[in-house]
């Protein structure tokens, strides 16, 4: 790519591979580095500024790291009826998150940090929206999309791009969102620092 936006060395503070996926896939050069941050969400923090947040310290917690360069936060969660669905705790958690998205709408909710690391330090946050329209699931189909593991380490205890499409009906706004990181997002706010 000729764009100066992608010249510059990109480090992604997450272990996720669906993230790393999508920047492979867009052919964006990077490289990882796992932050260490409290998950813990604030009392009566809403979800969009929870997803900003923890971006946003994911990628500062991250970038003291580095010399130079620009350091990739992000966090997604799952919001159905008022209720933030983060990653289940086990398989009976992730039982309870997929009968309260069988047959309704929820949003998925990804907050996306940027930092510059560097004698002119600057962050940018922003996040993404999309909404998300699941199919009703018998209890014989959440018990065999739990048996698969899939469910496990997945905002909603679901992996749009596994077998999870199975049960969607339909996606109002960004699909990369679902799978955890915004690209076009991304992309706009590099193009900003």
């Known amino acids: 790519m000729t764009?100066?936006?992608?010249?510059?060395?990109?480090?992604?503070?997450?272990?996720?591979?669906?993230?790393?996926?999508?920047?492979?896939?867009v052919g964006w050069p990077f490289e990882t580095?796992?932050?260490?941050?409290?998950?813990?969400?604030?009392?009566?923090?809403?979800?969009?500024?929870?997803?900003?947040?923890?971006?946003?310290?994911?990628?500062?917690?991250?970038?003291?790291?580095?010399e130079a360069g620009l350091v990739l936060g992000a966090d997604t969660v799952v919001v159905i009826e008022g209720e933030i669905l983060g990653q289940p705790r086990d398989a009976e958690d992730a039982r309870r998150m997929l009968r309260l998205l069988?047959?309704?709408?929820h949003e998925v909710l990804t907050g996306v940090a940027l930092v510059r690391v560097g004698k002119e330090a600057h962050c940018v946050v922003d996040h993404e929206l999309t909404?998300?329209?699941?199919?009703?699931?018998?209890?014989?189909?959440?018990?065999?999309?739990?048996?698969t593991g899939e469910a496990m380490g997945k905002a909603g205890a679901y992996a749009?791009?596994?077998?999870?499409?199975?049960?969607?009906e339909e996606i109002e706004g960004d699909y990369f969102n679902i799978v955890g990181l915004p690209v076009?997002?991304?992309?706009?706010?590099?193009?900003?620092?």
Not at 40 to 56: G, I, K, P
Not at 102 to 105: F, L, N, Q, T, V
């Open 33 to 66: 580095l796992a932050p260490n941050v409290d998950e813990t969400r604030a009392l009566d923090e809403d979800a969009v500024a929870y997803v900003r947040r923890l971006a946003q310290a994911k990628a500062k917690a991250t970038a003291p790291r580095l």
């Open 131 to 147: 909404r998300v329209r699941f199919s009703r699931m018998s209890d014989a189909e959440i018990d065999w999309y739990i048996v």
């Open 102 to 105: 069988s047959g309704k709408w």
């Open 184 to 193: 076009r997002l991304l992309y706009k706010l590099a193009r900003e620092l």
């Open 160 to 168: 749009v791009q596994g077998r999870a499409a199975l049960f969607i």
């Open 3 to 25: 764009d100066a936006t992608f010249t510059e060395k990109l480090v992604l503070a997450s272990t996720s591979p669906r993230r790393a996926e999508i920047l492979r896939a």
